[in-house]
């Protein structure tokens, strides 16, 4: 099979723009976790653990209406939070860099195939 150079380039430019976004996407949600988790040593430290009684998450850290607010007062867990959060939206955030890159290439199939996936994604984050 023979490629040209053309769409070899235009690949290998996609490629690096994505691998970008995922470096990215990972980088930013680590630096807010840090954040997050030094915010919270530094208030927290020195606190006793109570290891009798596990307690999860406070309703208000398992949406993201309640971890933006969390964060807006600088509360070191929806801090971390919202880092986490981040960290699960770079592959969501690569899928549709990938349909953008496509849809500039004017790669029909690709678009149609990444479409369907950002569909599923989006299916399964926002099912009831």
Known sequence: MIVDRETRGGATRLNTWLSHVLRAGVAVSAVVILTGAAIYLARHGSARLGDRVFHGEPADLR???GI?????????????QLGLLMLIATPIARVVASAIGFLWARDRLYVALTGAVLMLLAYSLFRL
Do not use: F, H, Q, Y
Not at 68 to 80: D, F, K, P, T
């Open 63 to 65: 949406s993201v209406t």
């Open 68 to 80: 933006v607010g969390g964060v807006r007062r600088l509360e070191s867990r929806a801090i971390v």
